[in-house]
């Protein structure tokens, strides 16, 4: 897979992401079940996968995957990440809490 600057990335980098991704969200939903209120349960999911995805800086930065243009595009998308947090706490209530 090309990687738009004349590079190889490696196939399997983005499959991998996906699949603990998905293997996170199962176990985050077995876990948790529906004891806890939706705004806690949402609370402690991104309270993990925080964690998560700050254990994978070390093996991202030895790849050489993180270089300055990935953190200007994070610092650029910075400012939006309070108006997530404030629709998220806005449009919680009004998700059913019965599946």
Known sequence: MDDGEGGKTPVHMGSHGI????????????????????????????????????????????LGLIDWRNMATSLALLPLAPLGVWLGVKLTPHVPQAL
Request: charged content about 5%; aromatic content about 14%.
């Open 19 to 62: 699949g603990v991704s998905r293997l996170l969200g199962a176990i985050m939903s077995l876990s948790n079940g529906s004891s806890l209120i939706m705004l806690a349960f949402g609370g402690t999911s991104a309270v993990f996968f925080a964690a998560i995805n700050l254990a994978k800086w070390p093996p991202y930065a030895w």
